[in-house]
């Protein structure tokens, strides 16, 4: 539903500022102006991913969560399209975006209503974004499978993991 209701809504601003801007100015001024904002635009997404993928690989380097520089990195390149879609709110939103502490906030805003119940990283990890506090070593996770068994199916032979006195 609010994407139904951007879809309607956005397009909408998006005429009516043309055309207040358009008679404020005129044509060629008006699209002079969205012209170089996505010229602009361009070179600012291009400097600011640099930026985040270095952050996202010193994450990976490091062994951190990523999910910082990969939201960041993910609302750089929303950033991107809103600057090159022709428009002064699809623009203006897409300029703030590329404000790391508005990046910051949202990425704030929105961490706080997503529940992330475990992050690993790697085939052996044991961080937790669950605990947080908790500080896990690797030593304290034993992986493996088992299966119960009841006394009455406990096997009289011995496993052969060990020698037993019938095999020599």
């Not at 909408?12 to 207040?20: G, S, Y």
């Not at 879609?85 to 975006?97: E, H, I, N, W």
Request: proline share 8%; charged share 15%; aromatic share 8%.
């Amino acid at each position: 539903m609010y994407l139904l209701l951007a879809f309607l809504l956005v397009p909408i601003v998006e005429i009516a500022l043309f055309i207040q801007v358009g008679g404020l100015i005129g044509l060629w001024p008006t699209l002079t102006i969205v012209v170089l904002t996505a010229v602009l635009g361009t070179w600012l997404v291009k400097s600011q991913g640099r930026i985040a993928l270095g952050q996202l690989q010193n994450s990976f380097q490091k062994l951190d969560d990523p999910t910082e520089p990969l939201a960041h990195g993910a609302m750089i390149l929303v950033a991107g399209a809103l600057l090159l879609t022709p428009g002064f709110f699809t623009d203006a939103v897409g300029f703030s975006l590329l404000m790391p502490p508005v990046r910051m906030a949202v990425y704030r805003f929105l961490r706080a209503r997503v529940s992330v119940a475990q992050f690993h990283m790697g085939p052996n990890s044991t961080t937790s974004r669950s605990h947080p506090n908790r500080q896990s070593h690797q030593s304290d996770i034993i992986d493996g499978e088992f299966e119960e068994v009841s006394p009455r199916q406990t096997p009289n032979k011995p496993s052969g993991w060990v020698d037993g006195p019938d095999q020599g």
